[in-house]
């Protein structure tokens, strides 16, 4: 166990999560992570849909936007509930709703995103995996703001480790961390973006909006893969700590993903583009 910290580790940066204190209002970067990722996956999935997609009119995708907004909000929140902390909000329920405090699951919002995605394509008349393929394409916009939310937050930090980059966290004691939020920024937010970009905007028959379902699969493969390996040097929830065979609930929520991105890649290859 590190005891110390090495010359080389970094401390923390100093930001305050509250941007701005007006009375009992406060503005904080978690929030602001949440309203950037939203309108700029928005502003994008309206320019892939105008140049690539043809998906539906841009009204129709402006609706879509606060049917999200509902999807991640609650989907989130109630699988944080029922994911990592059961036990305390059976016993405190109105706690639940206590938004404000924290506690926000991804793959929550995404079952919470996916109920909102099937409703809203059967009352639009929309293909369903046209439009899961165009809001997987924005989505690692709203991860990348998020991760960094996290790491101004000072929460959701790594384990311990002697590394140059290691970073020592404020409510973290005084080993230096790995600064796992970082990792997931670049490999959930950057990476999958750029994956999911290239696939896209690929000219004619080459690109993968062309085969339905496609880049949903790639999406929940290369997050799937991304958080399973992030979840290697990040630090287990402590109400939760490590499962069986030193996996992490992460990791564990993140199976079915992979599972499913994998089918959808799979059905996605055999049909022969339009």
């Not at 892939?48 to 539906?56: C, D, E, Q, V």
């Not at 966290?169 to 970082?182: I, N, W």
């Not at 990476?191 to 062309?210: C, D, E, H, T």
Request: overall charge positive; hydrophobic content about 50%.
């Amino acid at each position: 166990m590190i005891t110390s910290a090495p010359l080389a580790s970094l401390a923390f940066p100093q930001i305050d999560p509250i941007l701005l204190q007006l009375g009992p209002f406060a503005i904080r970067w978690y929030a602001l992570a949440y309203i950037a990722g939203l309108l700029l996956g928005w502003r994008y999935m309206l320019r892939l849909n105008s140049k690539r997609a043809y998906l539906t009119t841009s009204d129709v995708i402006d609706d879509l936007l606060t049917w999200a907004i509902v999807g991640v909000i609650l989907g989130g929140r109630l699988g944080y509930v029922l994911f990592y902390n059961l036990p305390y909000y059976s016993a405190n329920p109105l706690q639940a709703l206590a938004v404000w405090q924290g506690g926000m699951s991804f793959h929550g919002g995404l079952l919470g995103v996916t109920v909102a995605m099937i409703w809203f394509a059967r009352r639009r008349k929309l293909e369903l995996l046209h439009l899961s393929d165009l809001v997987s394409c924005a989505v690692p916009l709203g991860l990348f703001f998020g991760r960094i939310a996290n790491f101004i937050n000072g929460e959701l930090f790594g384990r311990a480790a002697d590394l140059p980059w290691a970073v020592i966290f404020p409510h973290a004691g005084p080993e230096p961390r790995h600064p796992s939020q970082l990792y997931e920024a670049a490999m959930e937010g950057i990476v999958l973006f750029i994956l999911l970009a290239w696939l896209a905007w690929r000219q004619g028959k080459q690109s993968a909006l062309q085969r339905p379902g496609l880049l949903t699969g790639v999406f929940l493969c290369g997050y799937a893969l991304a958080r399973a390996l992030v979840e290697l040097v990040r630090q287990p929830d402590v109400q939760i700590g490590l499962l069986p065979f030193g996996t992490t609930m992460g990791q564990l929520l993140s199976l079915p993903m992979l599972l499913g991105g994998l089918y959808l890649i799979w059905q996605a290859r055999r049909r022969p583009p339009p």
